[in-house]
């Protein structure tokens, strides 16, 4: 059953026809049932005809349950909304503190401003690539 799967097992189509041929044996076995029950039917009919005896009744087999229908569909989450963003230098000073920003195309001048700043403060200072959100 499971060709060319590498003994993996049973792949997903396999389990497909085996559970297809699993229900239509359940079908033709609820059918053979329903005519079983018929045949008892008519035979307690011809004794009561006769007027003898009591008026038999059949057994009845539970069918197997069927299932309740196609499922509900799940409730559907919103999704995010998309926040439009860009692409910023922004210079901190030692305490992560923002001291200059400027736009992406601008990275030499936020180099030669950060520069400025450790000629004057004799501190420390970076430069980080930040993405903030676009104000509309």
């Given at each position: ?13 396999d389990?497909?026809?085996e ?14 049932d329903e005519?079983?029950v018929?045949e008892?039917e ?11 005896g009591?008026?038999k009744?059949a ?5 197997p ?5 196609p ?11 998309e926040?439009r963003r860009?692409?910023?230098?922004v210079v901190f000073?030692?305490?992560n ?5 400027f736009?992406y195309?601008?990275?030499?001048d936020?180099?030669?401003?950060m520069?400025?700043?450790?000629e ?9 690539l930040?993405k903030?959100e676009m104000?509309?």
């Amino acid at each position: 059953m499971a060709k060319g799967r590498g003994g993996r097992g049973p792949s997903r189509l396999d389990k497909r026809r085996e559970a297809e041929a699993a229900e239509a044996r359940g079908k033709g076995e609820e059918r053979e049932d329903e005519a079983a029950v018929e045949e008892e039917e008519a035979e307690s009919d011809d004794g009561d005809e006769d007027g003898e005896g009591k008026k038999k009744k059949a057994a009845k087999k539970k069918a197997p349950k069927k299932p309740a229908g196609p499922k509900k569909p799940s409730k559907r989450t919103r999704t995010a909304k998309e926040v439009r963003r860009r692409a910023v230098w922004v210079v901190f000073d030692n305490s992560n503190k923002p001291v200059g920003t400027f736009p992406y195309n601008k990275k030499h001048d936020a180099e030669v401003a950060m520069a400025k700043k450790v000629e004057e403060k004799k501190g420390t200072f970076f430069l980080n690539l930040i993405k903030e959100e676009m104000q509309e």
